[in-house]
């Protein structure tokens, strides 16, 4: 018999619950994120200054550092937070592979943007590089002197791409497919459905068009005859 998993302890459900606020409370920092807000960074800001984070002073220390360590990667941070809350609550079981595998797909993807230079947000964040230092470390300083920029390419991108399916789960990918079937199945139903009424109706006006013309040329023969017919009697 099969074993069946146990469910989500209240504990577990609880941090779960908690990670939920601290992934919004991220993004917020992320989104609303200004460099000038640090003095560090910004020499000639005045002491004092009120942070424009829209989660105050801890916001944008915290996004300063994640930007700084992972780049435009920061903004999978939140995601990873809100994921992993949501696997907690609800997966039964052991949840963790899921949830590594997500934060290894975010990590991949962020490498892949700073790879092709995609998304520049170096002179926005005040960062020396897209995928900040852990990005830089991972492709500049590893993979394309070891691998040059094409094959740390298509490193990146097959780690990325097997992360994504093992986070997402290959019996997902399989329910998509077959609901992807399903769909094109009903949306060829319906264009055949469309096609085939539009053919009636075209049926329908080709045969009204021949019913007029018979009778139009019914009424020239009799108007004809009844011509003949006023010339025969003068």
């Known amino acids: 018999a099969k074993k069946q998993q146990e469910a989500p302890s209240g504990l577990q459900v609880l941090l779960g619950t908690l990670l939920l606020p ?3 409370f991220t993004l917020l920092g992320l989104v609303s994120y200004d460099w000038q807000d640090m003095p560090f960074l910004f020499l ?10 829209w989660v105050g002073p801890v916001g944008a220390w915290l996004s300063c550092f994640l930007f700084m360590m992972a780049g435009v990667g920061a903004y999978g941070v939140p995601v990873w937070f809100a994921v992993t809350g949501l696997l907690m609550i609800f997966k039964r079981g052991n949840f963790w592979p899921k949830s590594l595998w997500t934060g290894l797909a975010l ?3 962020a490498s892949v943007l700073d790879l092709h230079g995609a998304f520049n947000v170096k002179a926005y964040l005040n960062i020396t590089d897209n995928g900040g230092v852990m990005g830089w ?3 500049q300083g590893i993979l394309i002197r070891l691998l040059s920029p094409i094959g740390a390419g298509i490193l990146i ?3 990325f791409i097997f992360a994504f399916v093992m986070a997402i789960g ?4 399989v ?3 077959h609901y992807s079937l399903a769909a094109s199945g009903l949306v060829g139903e319906h264009i055949a459905e469309r096609r085939s009424q539009t053919h009636d109706r075209k049926q329908l006006i080709e045969q009204e068009e021949r019913r007029i013309e018979k009778q139009r040329r019914k009424l020239e023969k009799e108007m004809q005859r009844r011509e003949r017919k006023e010339l025969i009697q003068q």
């Not at 800001?45 to 984070?53: E, F, H, I, K, V």
């Not at 290959?170 to 990918?173: L, Y």
């Open 170 to 173: 290959i019996p997902t990918f």
């Open 175 to 177: 329910r998509l497919y």
């Open 107 to 109: 990590i991949a993807f």
């Open 157 to 159: 991108w097959s780690l």
């Open 137 to 139: 470390l991972v492709t």
């Open 22 to 24: 601290i992934a919004l």
């Open 44 to 53: 000639q800001s005045p002491s004092g200054q009120m942070a424009s984070n």
